[in-house]
């Protein structure tokens, strides 16, 4: 057995995969959930109010948001019995098995993530997870005290066509030995520092999932053409930390000498089509652009030219409600490893691992110098630069 076959079936048996597409709750019990909102300040991610929509065994008993409208819109689609203002009093009063944290910036995720551990709560976030990795340690502390199990919006690597497309690359060998991988952005109006924490977590992610965590980062910033300063810090245009730059590229290193790349640049044309990582062989290339389900193909050819096709026997996934289901498959092994004491496959670990690949090209940008994974300092970088 080769190498790479060895470390893609150790992984496999680390992590099962959508463990829990079948489970059904014994004895028809029902999962007390709650949903943590901010209209103001983050709002509801991509629906995330309606994840426990997904299961039958889970009613939704509150919802909280500080805004009176937001409550009540949000509550009534969630089908909320309880709505509060304060999210601290509903997490009290009602004593949730589940929570939802809905909102999409990080500046609130650890003091929503501490208070329901104290309740004893699992659940679900929106990526992305924190601000830094001090907060991102406390907050995986926090559950792991309690043998809590939280899982994260991390969608793209529970789809059927991301878990075919490993085992094409490790199993089937579609496109060699693998040789590099390129990832890049939205490259929309958030183009580089900000980019890189909300769009590049995901293109993190599928990194990792693929080939485990680097070893090393290298960076270069940029902003408007000319190399970053401390005086171009500055805060992202939602509250998720300190950014810099609106250009920015990053080299990672893999097991193997397997280089990864992640860039994000300012563009006019602001499409967010290049969206994704390609994944470069011996024997070919296989592309994936992010969609709700993403778009692969494969190039079959060892100089990496010639016509991109379907890859073979990709399963024809669709969500017949892209709004509700895109988070199902995750959802459904949360409740399957809260039932069997395992880890969820998508875990706050795995989005730690994201924020570490993030905040590694801000150190090595500030420190001038390839720098090590994991990082010695936990806490901000740009916040120590500025």
């Not at 463990?19 to 959930?33: H, I, L, P, Q």
């Not at 300063?229 to 290193?253: K, M």
Request: with cysteine; hydrophobic share 40%; proline share 5%.
């Amino acid at each position: 057995m080769n190498l790479e076959r060895r470390t893609f079936l150790a992984s496999m048996a680390a992590a099962p995969i959508l463990a829990g597409a079948a489970f059904a709750a014994e004895g028809g019990k029902k999962y007390r959930a709650c949903v943590i909102g901010d209209t103001a300040n983050g709002g509801y991610g991509h629906d995330v109010h309606l994840v426990w929509d997904l299961r039958p065994d889970v009613e939704v008993v509150g919802l909280s948001d500080p805004d009176e409208a937001g409550r009540q819109q949000h509550g009534t689609e969630a089908k909320a019995k309880t709505l509060y203002a304060d999210y601290r009093e509903m997490l009290e009063k009602e004593k949730p098995d589940l929570v939802a944290i809905a909102p999409r910036t990080t500046v609130n995720h650890r003091e929503y993530l501490l208070a329901c551990a104290a309740i004893g709560a699992h659940g679900f976030m929106e990526k992305p997870l924190s601000v830094d990795l001090t907060e991102a340690d406390e907050m995986i502390a926090a559950i792991d005290a309690k043998n809590l199990k939280w899982t994260i919006g991390f969608n793209f690597r529970v789809t059927q066509i991301i878990q075919h497309l490993k085992k094409a690359i490790y199993e089937d060998k579609i496109i060699g030995s693998p040789l590099e991988l390129r990832g890049r952005g939205k490259e929309d109006n958030r183009a580089g520092g900000e980019d890189l924490i909300v769009l590049g977590c995901h293109v993190f992610d599928l990194m990792t999932f693929l080939m485990g965590m680097p070893a090393w980062c290298s960076s270069d910033i940029t902003f408007n053409g000319q190399a970053a300063t401390p005086a171009n810090v500055t805060e992202a245009t939602e509250p998720l930390g300190p950014i810099v730059g609106n250009r920015l590229q990053a080299t990672y290193g893999f097991d193997k000498g397997v280089p990864g790349y992640f860039a994000s640049s300012k563009s006019r044309d602001a499409s967010g089509s290049r969206w994704g990582l390609d994944i470069f062989g011996t024997e070919g290339a296989l592309s994936v652009r992010l969609d709700v389900i993403p778009q692969v193909r494969l190039l079959k050819s060892p100089s990496w030219t010639g016509l991109w096709d379907i890859l073979p026997g990709a399963p024809a996934q669709q969500f017949a409600d892209e709004r509700r289901e895109r988070y199902k498959p995750i959802i459904d092994n949360l409740i399957a490893c809260i039932d069997t004491d395992k880890r969820p496959d998508v875990s706050l670990h795995d989005a730690r691992n994201t924020v570490e690949m993030t905040q590694a090209v801000f150190e090595s940008y500030v420190k001038k110098q390839r720098v090590e994974i994991p990082l010695v300092d936990r806490s901000h970088p740009l916040r120590r630069w500025s």
